[in-house]
């Protein structure tokens, strides 16, 4: 890791349309959730977080850039040291470079994204840290949500409070960043990923979101933006319902924490599956997916004495199983050689 002292103070920022549309953004954000004590700003030198950088100088400083280099391509290092000093010529009160090793599970888009978050949540302090992401990204992730059939929650999209992540230009477009980029002289710098048609996002960005605006006459992605929002809303009522309905079922049983199932048993299972969910990510279950969640309400909904249910999760030999016992549910570990033993008898 390396660290960096500004060498002069950043400048005054023109004043062009773009840039004060993404300074009210930033200006908006900070009311509503910012404290008074800095932020930081995670910046990977493309359009977006460049411009969310320049913002967050004049209406949050002081202002700390985080630049992640996942060292995945040559000159990797080069692209981040640049950013840095960008950040600086800016009048980012620091700027860190924070080099990390990509690896383990999933494929690598999604290694490097666990990397990244970690290593900006290790280096920013008590700080928040905010993101670049735009308009137009939530409209892909709710697209892409829609069209893997993906549940409520993640239609609902990216928030703009997340603690420790503040999202602030969720309702600016893409367009209009790029534009405060001009507008500051910059040049951002085009990661050859953001263009390889190889990722589906990009294809989603550059192919399937032009085309559908044109048949449908334009403002796909803002309507998109906006379903994301009434979801969003949607869901935190059920999830306070959820959260309800766990205070009144859980127990704790010879010291292991348990479901009462009479007490799940006359909830709508809309907002029973949001809990049995809750509880089992508190339990240690992983990536549980829509099937699991129902199949593990059916615990609950369809009883007819069947066995655990896998919920995602555990170590290497052993699966993290929920299970009904005695009008109660608990988790446990089972290992695979039971569970297949299970399955031939
Ligand atoms: N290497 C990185 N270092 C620090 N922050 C990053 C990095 N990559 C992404 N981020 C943060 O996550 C946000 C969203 O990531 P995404 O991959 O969409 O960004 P990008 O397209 O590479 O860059 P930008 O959004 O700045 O144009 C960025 O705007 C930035 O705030």
Redesign the pocket.
């Known amino acids: 890791m390396s660290r960096a002292e500004p060498a002069e103070p950043g400048g005054r920022l023109p004043e062009g349309p773009a840039l004060l549309e993404v300074r009210h953004a930033v200006r908006r954000w900070r009311d509503e959730y910012g404290g008074d004590a800095g932020v930081a700003?995670?910046?990977?030198?493309?359009?977006?977080?460049?411009?969310?950088t320049a913002a967050a100088v004049a209406e949050a400083g002081p202002v700390h850039a985080?630049?992640?280099?996942?060292r995945l391509q040559d000159g990797s290092g080069e692209v981040?040291a640049r950013?840095a000093e960008r950040a600086l010529a800016l009048g980012c009160a620091s700027a860190r470079v924070?080099a990390v090793r990509v690896q383990g599970a999933g494929g690598l888009e999604a290694a490097a994204?666990r990397a990244?978050y970690e290593?900006?949540d290790d280096a920013r302090g008590a700080r928040p840290?905010?993101?670049?992401?735009?308009l137009d990204?939530q409209a892909e992730t709710v697209l892409l949500g829609l069209s893997r059939g993906s549940g409520p929650r993640s239609l609902a999209g990216m928030r703009a409070d997340d603690p420790p992540w503040g999202r602030p230009?969720l309702r600016v477009r893409?367009a209009v960043?790029a534009r405060a980029c001009v507008e500051l002289g910059l040049q951002?710098?085009q990661?050859p990923?953001?263009s390889s048609p190889e990722f589906t996002r990009v294809r989603l960005r550059s192919e399937a979101l032009p085309l559908l605006e044109q048949i449908l006459g334009g403002g796909v992605a803002p309507a998109l933006a906006r379903t994301a929002d009434q979801l969003r809303e949607d869901g935190e009522v059920l999830d306070g319902l959820a959260a309800e309905l766990l205070a009144s079922a859980e127990r704790v049983d010879d010291g292991t924490r348990v479901l009462d199932v009479e007490a799940l048993a006359d909830a709508h299972p809309a907002v029973r599956r949001r809990a049995l969910r809750a509880w089992l990510l508190g339990q240690g279950a992983r990536a549980l997916t829509d099937r699991q969640l129902r199949t593990a309400d059916d615990l609950v909904g369809h009883w007819r004495g069947q066995g655990g249910v896998a919920v995602g999760g555990g170590r290497p030999g052993a699966r993290l199983v929920l299970s009904r016992r005695r009008g109660r549910l608990s988790v446990g570990l089972v290992s695979d050689q039971q569970i297949s033993d299970q399955q031939r008898g």
Do not use: I, K
């Open positions: 700003v995670g910046l990977s030198g493309g359009g977006d977080s460049l411009a969310l985080l630049v992640v280099d996942h981040a950013a924070l994204r990244r290593a900006l840290v905010l993101l670049g992401h735009t990204d230009l893409r960043t951002p710098y990661d990923h953001n």
